[in-house]
T-cell receptor, first 108, second 116 residues
Framework: AQRVTQPEKLLSVFKGAPVELKCNYSYSGSPELFWYVQYSRQRLQLLLRHISRESIKGFTADLNKGETSFHLKKPFAQEEDSAMYYCALLGGSEKLVFGKGTKLTVNP | EAGVAQSPRYKIIEKRQSVAFWCNPISGHATLYWYQQILGQGPKLLIQFQNNGVVDDSQLPKDRFSAERLKGVDSTLKIQPAKLEDSAVYLC??????????????FGEGSWLTVV
């Protein structure tokens, strides 16, 4: 079975501080992992995926198979980063399973 | 390109009534998903279609929920009869063939259901 765990429901940081949103997964196969973001009053949208190894809006995420983690990081948080962040795992049959989400608040 | 369209955006019904949601995926997207997102939780997959065939409906409460995707394009999700615990946002999503997207899934704005 595929499972995604985001241990923090809420995360609050000050502008300019580093931020790390944690994600751990459980999956017997080779996982494909994503971070989705939902800004206030907007639709859920893809932020980044591990296979692209890209940095989007200053965010990066590295897949650590040993620790079964895919934490999202940004060195200097901005107020516009405030949103709900969901980690997701794509497993068999292209089934995308989400974690429960972390609400990030960046304070001025 | 146009995004995933859903309607209605908001619906309030009494328990035991029925409701239907409609989804129009992005043109050319073969895979269509319906997710249920209860307040404070992540989206939960209800059903996944590949063209007009069902790939996964293991978490669909089949005694009250049904979904169809006629002609492999638009889809409807129906709840009959509704229960209070069905209050949630129902998200439709679609994705193109894997080779085109690297498995990127695009979401609609959601249909907010309140059962009173």
């Amino acid at each position: 079975a595929q499972r995604v765990t985001q241990p923090e429901k809420l995360l609050s940081v000050f502008k300019g501080a580093p931020v790390e949103l944690k994600c751990n997964y459980s999956y017997s196969g080779s996982p494909e992992l994503f971070w989705y973001v939902q800004y206030s009053r907007q639709r859920l949208q893809l932020l980044l995926r591990h296979i692209s190894r890209e940095s989007i809006k200053g965010f990066t995420a590295d897949l650590n198979k040993g620790e079964t983690s895919f934490h999202l990081k940004k060195p200097f948080a901005q107020e516009e980063d405030s949103a709900m962040y969901y980690c997701a795992l794509l497993g068999g049959s292209e089934k995308l399973v989400f974690g429960k989400g972390t609400k990030l608040t960046v304070n001025p | 390109e146009a995004g995933v369209a859903q309607s209605p955006r908001y619906k309030i019904i009494e328990k035991r009534q029925s409701v239907a949601f409609w989804c129009n995926p992005i043109s050319g997207h073969a895979t269509l998903y319906w997710y249920q997102q209860i307040l404070g939780q992540g989206p939960k997959l209800l059903i996944q279609f590949q063209n007009n065939g069902v790939v996964d409906d293991s978490q669909l409460p089949k005694d009250r929920f049904s979904a169809e995707r006629l002609k492999g394009v638009d889809s409807t999700l129906k709840i009959q009869p509704a229960k209070l615990e069905d209050s949630a946002v129902y998200l439709c999503a679609s994705s193109p063939p894997t080779a085109d997207s690297g498995n990127t899934i695009y979401f609609g704005e959601g249909s907010w259901l309140t059962v009173v």
